[in-house]
């Protein structure tokens, strides 16, 4: 089995979750962590158990023998950081939000396609055994036609107008952070919408920290959609359909719930605990394309990345929600 050399690039909350991942993959070698502050390079390869650090990340892009790296830098940087990697000849996995609006999302993918290297979107969500779950009973047809979806993903991290979630510079948005989960929920189960209204509200720093979202589609379906950093009622999706009802929900520490609610039926739950959140699937997949071939993943093909960001501008755009410095 081909093993693949891993650097991580911007040592953050996320990224240390995603190495414990990582670290679970037998073909996967722990190799360079890229910091802006050469300490806190040291720290997280001392920590982890990385070979080499750096103190920038375009020492990291520069390792001949990196071979893919995972950028988890704030949404403002993601296309930066993505092209230095590509330009680098790395291959990538960038997480989400892919980066602040479609037009830095398209040169990315265009960028990669160039190259001919392989680039994805972090979405934990298309991995997970609740989503396959979810799709396996939409498919056998006990639920009938969805109706309604209604997302939602809400917590009250502690208000920092220099922290990356209330930032405008960083990308500070509920909707890119948290809100964009919701919005997957209902591009998987339903579909691209036909029309889109939203409504945000803002913080002092001016970025907008919570929002609603009604998708309508012309087939007479709905999803509403609520993301916040003001109130704490969890992470969740019910899918309200012709013959029941399904919630797929999981709790903060990434455990995972499937309830399945039948007319006239006792309800059923299928619960999941995968290790490590579940991470290593991605890295897992990143790897697996590149020992087919691969410069694209079929679990998160770019063009849902696409679909996403678009809808994400869009929701932006009707709630009057903008990067002052980027749209
Ligand atoms: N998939 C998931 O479940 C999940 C969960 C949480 C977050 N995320 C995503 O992961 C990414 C990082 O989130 P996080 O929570 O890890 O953030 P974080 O803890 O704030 O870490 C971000 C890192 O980015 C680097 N950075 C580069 N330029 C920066 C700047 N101008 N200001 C601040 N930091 C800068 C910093 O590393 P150095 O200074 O050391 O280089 C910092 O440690 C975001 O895209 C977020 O949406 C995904």
């Excluded at 190799?31 to 390869?45: M, P, T």
């Excluded at 704490?232 to 609610?261: P, W």
């Excluded at 039948?262 to 991605?282: D, I, T």
């Amino acid at each position: 089995m081909k093993s693949y050399k891993w650097g991580i690039l911007a040592p953050g909350k996320m990224s240390a979750k995603f190495t414990g991942g990582i670290k679970l993959l037998e073909n996967a070698e722990l190799y360079a962590v890229g910091s802006r502050d050469l300490q806190r390079a040291k720290q997280f390869a001392d920590e982890f158990g990385f070979k080499k650090y750096y103190g920038s990340y375009e020492e990291l892009a520069a390792d001949p023998d990196v071979e893919i790296v995972y950028v988890a830098s704030p949404h403002s940087h993601h296309n930066a950081h993505t092209l230095l990697c590509l330009r680098n000849r790395k291959n990538v996995i960038c997480e989400k939000a892919f980066s602040i609006n479609t037009r830095e999302v398209e040169e990315m993918i265009s960028e990669a396609r160039k190259q001919n290297l392989f680039l994805m979107e972090a979405l934990w969500p298309p991995f997970q055994p609740f989503y396959k779950k979810a799709h396996e009973i939409l498919k056998s047809g006990v639920l009938g036609r969805i109706v309604n979806l209604h997302g939602f993903f809400t917590f009250i991290p502690p208000y920092d107008p220099d922290d990356r979630k209330f930032n405008l510079a960083l990308g500070g948005s509920s909707l890119l952070d948290i809100g964009i989960y919701p919005v997957i929920d209902a591009l998987t189960f339903i579909g691209v919408p036909d029309e889109i209204k939203a409504t945000a509200l803002f913080a002092d720093s001016g970025s907008e920290d919570s929002i609603n979202v009604i998708f309508k589609y012309n087939d007479r379906r709905m999803a509403t959609l609520y993301s916040s950093f003001r109130t704490s009622i969890g992470i969740g999706c019910e899918i309200l359909c012709e013959k029941g009802n399904m919630t797929v929900s999981r709790g903060r520490d990434m455990n995972q719930k499937v309830i399945l609610d039948l007319h006239g039926m006792e309800r059923q739950e299928f619960v999941f605990s995968p290790p490590a959140m579940g991470y290593h699937w991605e890295a897992e997949e990143v790897m697996k394309c590149l020992d087919e071939g691969k410069t694209e993943s079929a679990v998160v093909p770019l063009s849902f990345s696409l679909d996403l960001i678009k809808t994400l501008d869009k929701i932006r755009r009707a709630a009057g929600v903008f990067f002052p410095s980027k749209d």
